[in-house]
């Protein structure tokens, strides 16, 4: 992972509950810092431009007032989070002239994100679509991609499947991992036998670009970036998606191909 740090952006501003600082404006500074994944080529379109950052910040704090500097923050770290490869970020914004009648150096607020997690969804028993929809429903996602159908890879021989990407707010990948388990058993899934078939399938693909192997979790999923049924939905819903160790989602489906895998047309309700 590296770290973009973009400190003392200075922009005017007319943020505030009283009616001077509506009508007379001033100078908030923002800090921003984002996480992304260390692009794989010397290629600025493969990280974040912190000069476009910049200057969407500045329209942020510029434009639509609002009351509370709480309020822009959030605003501001939306910003930062809907550039593709940005993992993780935070804002600081500080208010040095705030209506305080005391001295006093600094006013700030700071707004942080979650790390993003990429979870695989499959299903080939049963009402397919509806054990999907029913781990979105309780999965709650940021975004969810196509779904698709594929070939059954490995295992006995089986019905084809039913593959979407979903895309979710995570600040413990263990506790994420329960909560996919909890969702899987909510659907009656059997474990009876090694990729045997499912009534529902919810498998941690990346969570913020961590790298953890334990006997309970492997992050990244170990068989990720082979598998064509996982990186088509993946690429629809994160262009921009890396695995940590193995590359860019967009270059890995390039290399293996996407054969077995054709959208359906389905669309997964957030």
Request: contains cysteine; glycine residues 8%; charged residues 25%.
């Amino acid at each position: 992972m590296a770290e973009i740090r973009l400190r003392g952006l200075r922009v005017r501003g007319f943020h505030g509950v009283f009616e001077h600082e509506r009508r007379e404006g001033q100078d908030f500074l923002i800090d921003a810092t984002l996480e992304v994944a260390d692009p794989a080529r010397d290629e600025l379109a493969l990280t974040a431009d912190y000069g476009s950052l910049a200057e969407r910040l500045a329209a942020v704090v510029a434009g639509e007032p609002v009351d509370l500097i709480e309020t822009l923050a959030q605003r501001l770290l939306a910003v930062c989070q809907s550039i593709p490869g940005v993992r993780r970020s935070s804002v600081r914004v500080h208010k040095p002239q705030a209506p305080i009648p005391l001295a006093f150096d600094d006013v700030s607020v700071t707004v942080r994100s979650d790390a993003v997690a990429a979870l695989g969804l499959g299903s080939n028993i049963g009402d397919r679509l509806a054990h999907l929809q029913a781990a979105v429903d309780l999965l709650a996602p940021i975004a969810v991609s196509p779904v698709y159908e594929t070939a059954p890879v490995g295992g006995p021989e089986q019905d084809p499947y039913l593959n979407a990407v979903a895309l979710v707010s995570a600040t413990n990948p263990r506790r994420l991992l329960r909560q996919a388990q909890a969702i899987e058993a909510a659907r009656d899934r059997v474990r009876a036998e090694r990729w045997g078939p499912r009534t529902l399938d919810v498998d941690l693909l990346d969570v913020g670009g961590l790298v953890l192997d334990s006997p309970e979790l492997t992050l990244p999923h170990p068989r990720a970036a082979e598998r064509a049924f996982v990186l088509v939905p993946w690429l629809a819903v994160s262009p921009e998606a890396v695995i940590p160790g193995a590359g860019r989602v967009a270059d890995l489906l390039e290399r293996i191909g996407q054969g077995g895998v054709r959208p359906t047309g389905d669309v997964l309700v957030l």
